[in-house]
């Protein structure tokens, strides 16, 4: 779980404006650039450098940059969106990659495809199906990572918004799941924290090195995670949740 480097996107003014399926307000932007400011002095203490891009008006979902692309430390995916107002982002995170990697694939149309549905562990990709992620998009990037020495399989997402809503690695074996995810097959060979109903929105979680990001508020996941020997910093993400964003969403990380 070694990172080094993070990439992320500030938050638009238009932010507040953006997609969301969440019935908890309207986002406070003021307090969403708080929470922001601190998710990176969080990461920085983890030990990474950070890329802070410019924000984009254009693009109010531009800050959950995950989505775009999909990055490991040799090569990067340029994503296809599966929301139209957002397939526009990754001209700007293409621009940012290229700083960084020489070898660049890119999902086709008709494909779709969201960095929020794919979840790497060690060498293993899991790529779910979701509304935003189809088959086309999820098996194009399966063959490009077969294509780099990965594996890759597909996962049927049927409750939640992305994969990695309801499932996070957190390494040496071991993932936190919630829902559907609980005992599910497609991830039987790990060790699982459980997270309960009700406290479900903390099953997206960053490992950073020897820091575990977790959404502040959540309890009964936070005593889980410590118990199983990991440090964590928790953050408040009220402005994110709002807007159907997690930890993981706002950054890219290699």
Same mark, same amino acid.
């Given at each position: 779980?070694?990172?080094t480097?993070v990439?992320? !996107? ?10 969301t ?5 309207? /986002?406070?932007?003021?307090?969403a650039?708080e929470?922001h400011?601190?998710y ?6 983890a030990g990474v450098?950070v890329?802070?891009s /410019?924000? +984009?008006?254009a *693009?109010? #979902?531009a800050?959950?940059v995950e989505?775009p692309?999909?990055?490991?430390n040799s090569?990067a995916v340029?994503?296809?969106p599966?929301?139209?107002? @957002? !397939? $526009? ?9 290229k700083?960084f990697?020489? @070898?660049i ?6 494909g779709?495809?969201?960095? $929020?549905?794919v ?6 990709? *899991? ?5 935003r992620?189809?088959? +086309?998009g999820?098996e ?5 990572l077969?294509?780099e020495g990965?594996?890759?399989?597909l ?6 918004f992305?994969? !990695?809503?309801? %499932?996070s690695y &957190? $390494?040496?074996?071991r993932v936190?799941?919630?829902g559907?995810? %609980?005992?599910?097959p497609?991830?039987? +060979? *790990?060790?699982?924290i459980?997270v309960l ?8 979680c960053?490992r950073?090195n020897?820091e575990?990001l %977790?959404p502040?508020?959540?309890? #009964?996941t936070? !005593?889980k995670?410590?118990a199983a020997?990991y440090?964590v %910093?928790? &953050? ?6 709002k ?8 950054s890219?990380?290699?």
């Amino acid at each position: 779980m070694n990172i080094t480097q993070v990439i992320v !996107k500030k938050p638009s003014s238009s932010y507040v404006n953006g997609l969301t399926t969440a019935s908890l307000g309207k /986002a406070d932007f003021p307090r969403a650039l708080e929470q922001h400011d601190k998710y990176v002095a969080a990461l920085k203490t983890a030990g990474v450098k950070v890329k802070e891009s /410019a924000a +984009e008006e254009a *693009y109010p #979902d531009a800050v959950f940059v995950e989505d775009p692309a999909i990055v490991t430390n040799s090569f990067a995916v340029i994503t296809r969106p599966g929301a139209d107002s @957002r !397939k $526009g982002e990754t001209t700007a995170i293409e621009k940012v990659l290229k700083e960084f990697h020489e @070898r660049i694939y890119y999902i086709e149309a008709p494909g779709t495809l969201e960095g $929020g549905d794919v979840l790497q562990a060690e060498n293993h990709f *899991y790529i779910g199906l979701s509304t935003r992620t189809n088959r +086309e998009g999820a098996e194009q990037l399966q063959e490009i990572l077969k294509q780099e020495g990965y594996t890759a399989s597909l996962v049927e997402v049927k409750e939640f918004f992305h994969l !990695k809503t309801g %499932i996070s690695y &957190l $390494g040496e074996g071991r993932v936190l799941a919630a829902g559907e995810f %609980i005992d599910h097959p497609a991830f039987q +060979e *790990y060790e699982q924290i459980t997270v309960l109903p009700e406290e479900e929105y903390a099953a997206n979680c960053v490992r950073i090195n020897d820091e575990v990001l %977790i959404p502040a508020g959540f309890s #009964d996941t936070r !005593k889980k995670i410590e118990a199983a020997g990991y440090q964590v %910093i928790p &953050l408040e993400m009220s402005e994110f949740q709002k807007q159907d964003g997690g930890l993981s969403c706002l950054s890219l990380r290699f």
